[in-house]
């Protein structure tokens, strides 16, 4: 069968339509299917965009892009049933931005269309094509289109790639549960209640007792004229935890912390979707072979690092590796993709961030995180601040005696694990 295209990139989110535009630069001829009505309509993403990865492809996305709001203010609060611990602050400066990704996917495809790529969009891949033992390209609705190499960017749902043996179902204490609700809340109210000037964005973080005492994050961010709001559990969490996965949300937004900065909000989207979280060790042994490439969630690059999961700037860094083992290997076709594809990764930033955060996941599986240290947290806090006839004891006493309440032993370990994770 004559090959149709260079690459078929199954999947037009972030890692797929950044592999499509680099490639296309390139000169490749690229087939980018999507099996939504457009790109970003099934996505469910929190929201955050870290902008030094694509800086380094599209140096001005700033000023085209179809951003929410720069964030600028940062908190972050250790939730106990009844009441939190909160920190922040403010980074003008800041090079992340607040994205809706039905917004944002639709425009970077378009920059790979611009380059040249062809987009497909509502098109559902059955399988993939094999001839001769080697991956030859797909089978689409019924009919075959040809490809020297398929690119599988199809997200943590990866059947294709699980289908066809190219990668194993994934381990499910590597994955959570992304619950997610976008809310819309008039402009002016939104910067007043966030102490925000105009295109200024807030980044709320929680973690703490959000599942009862099993691990388990969630986040807030601003938008221009909604709020991105949710929670990521561990699948472990939502088995053993207090109720089912659809109240944690509810739950949450009931808490006194979250109940004022949500006020009169009306909900406009609801959903959720999976997390590959589990980092290093948990990416399939083979990221390449004959004829294909994983990338992107299916290939399982999202990283938690205790305080943020960063999925669309691993997805764009580990795009541009991709791309760069795709054209090299059109250059230099004596060295297998698997080759090219392992060099380039291990060179790129996308391998210091997996090993900068390969001890993370199993730190945040310790249930004293979510238990233990925010009631540490609230009791030194409210002893520090007492005002009572009697002086108040000196802030290392008031530490000592809540260190002697939850064992020090245990929050020693607690400090030095975490230490030498993050």
């Not at 149709?4 to 950044?18: C, E, K, R, Y």
């Not at 590959?276 to 060790?281: A, F, V």
Request: proline letters at 5%.
């Amino acid at each position: 069968m004559a090959d149709d295209f260079d690459l078929i990139i199954v999947g037009a989110g972030i890692a797929g339509s950044t592999c499509a535009l680099l490639c296309s630069r390139a000169g490749l001829s690229v087939l980018l299917l999507e099996r939504g009505e457009y790109p970003g309509s099934k996505n469910l993403s929190g929201g955050r965009l870290y902008g030094y990865a694509l800086a380094d492809i599209i140096p001005d996305f700033q000023n085209h892009a179809p951003l929410e709001r720069r964030i600028t203010h940062e908190h972050f609060s250790l939730l106990t049933a009844e009441g939190a611990t909160t920190i922040g602050g403010t980074h003008p400066a800041s090079a992340s931005w607040s994205v809706l990704r039905a917004r944002f996917d639709p425009w970077l495809a378009a920059q790979a269309e611009a380059a040249g790529a062809q987009l497909l969009c509502g098109a559902t891949v059955d399988s993939l094509y094999t001839e001769q033992g080697r991956i030859a390209g797909v089978i689409c609705e019924g009919e075959r289109i040809g490809a020297k190499t398929v690119v599988l960017a199809e997200g943590a749902n990866s059947l294709l790639a699980e289908q066809h043996g190219l990668a194993a179902r994934p381990a499910w204490d590597t994955m959570a549960l992304g619950i997610k609700e976008t809310l819309a809340l008039d402009p002016s109210l939104l910067e007043e209640r966030f102490n925000l000037e105009e295109n200024e964005g807030a980044a709320w973080l929680f973690s703490g007792q959000i599942c009862g005492a099993k691990p388990a994050g969630a986040f807030l961010y601003t938008n221009k004229q909604t709020i991105s709001l949710g929670i990521v559990a561990p699948l472990s969490s939502l088995r053993d935890g207090p109720g089912a996965a659809s109240s944690l949300l509810a739950t949450l937004k009931h808490h006194p912390t979250l109940r004022p900065l949500i006020r009169h909000a009306q909900p406009v989207e609801y959903g959720a979707h999976l997390v590959p979280e589990g980092g290093l060790h948990s990416m399939p042994q083979r990221k390449s072979g004959d004829g294909w490439l994983l990338m992107g969630d299916c290939l399982r690059t999202c990283i938690n690092t205790g305080v943020t999961i960063r999925g669309m700037d691993m997805a764009v860094l580990n795009a541009k590796a991709a791309a760069q083992a795709l054209i090299a290997h059109t250059q230099e076709p004596e060295k297998t993709l698997s080759q090219l594809y392992e060099q380039f990764i291990a060179q790129s930033a996308l391998w210091q961030q997996l090993q900068r955060y390969r001890h993370v996941p199993g730190l945040l599986q310790r249930e004293g995180w979510y238990r233990q240290w925010p009631t540490f947290a609230q009791n030194v806090l409210r002893d520090l601040s007492r005002v009572e006839p009697d002086a108040n004891l000196p802030l290392w006493k008031i530490v000592l005696r809540h260190t002697r309440h939850f064992g020090p032993a245990r929050l020693t370990a607690d400090i030095l694990r975490s230490l030498r994770c993050l």
